[in-house]
T-cell receptor, first 116, second 109 residues
């Protein structure tokens, strides 16, 4: 049973381009959480999704950022018109239940986005 | 501001010594979790302690929780070089995990 899979592991984008980060949850998990980790900082919650629904996007920047978790396929975190300040590690976690984050959370290895 | 605040920010000890890291938080919690992150790698869940628990063990790890002081500590006994990593505490607020900035632990051979 593969763990949470994120790809790509490293992504380099020029300012103004779009970045797409993918997260495949663990088998049987229908809840996905995205976090951002800036250098030398802890993780900050961005968005919580269930299949086809955004449950909480209170941590998402109001502009340029969007997330989806379609019925089929991975969850996608999309950043449009990237700026240097978007450079960070983006982690995805999944759980089987909505209380997943109150229990052990399964994290992916992260995608390191560098904006040049 | 962050819910979890780890202390110290960095810790360097000799292999074989014990390492203690602390975490303080602001609001009431259901549980508190500790994670390890090796440089450039993902997060590994270490241990979860519920609000009604005071102490929990897992191998060389011992976690304590003092809800009256809103603090937790992570003790790693008999440290090894492989323990070199950043350690984060996370508290749950509904379905969000709120993270501290982490403690960087360096184990010197």
């Amino acid at each position: 049973n593969a763990g949470v899979m994120q790809n790509p592991r490293h992504l380099v984008r020029r300012r103004g381009q779009e970045a797409r980060l993918r997260c495949s949850p663990m088998k049987g998990h229908s809840h996905v959480y995205w976090y951002r980790q800036l250098p030398e900082e802890g993780l900050k919650f961005m968005v919580y999704l269930q299949k086809e629904n955004i449950i909480d996007e209170s941590g998402m920047p109001k502009e340029r950022f969007s997330a989806e978790f379609p019925k089929e396929g991975p969850s996608i975190l999309r950043i449009q018109q990237v700026v240097r300040g978007d450079s960070a590690a983006y982690f995805c976690a999944s759980s089987a239940t909505s209380r997943g984050q109150a229990e052990e959370a399964f994290f992916g290895q992260g995608t390191r986005l560098t904006v040049v | 501001s962050q819910q979890g605040e780890e202390d110290p920010q960095a810790l360097s000890i000799q292999e074989g010594e014990n390492a203690t890291m602390n975490c303080s938080y602001k609001t009431s919690i259901n549980n508190l979790q500790w994670y390890r992150q090796n440089s450039g790698r993902g997060l590994v869940h270490l241990i979860l302690i519920r609000s009604n628990e005071r102490e929990k063990h897992s191998g060389r790890l011992r976690v304590t929780l003092d809800t009256s002081k809103k603090s937790s500590s992570l003790l790693i006994t008999a440290s090894r070089a492989a323990d070199t990593a950043s350690y984060f505490c996370a508290t749950d607020s509904n379905y969000q995990l709120i993270w501290g900035a982490g403690t960087k632990l360096i184990i010197k051979p």
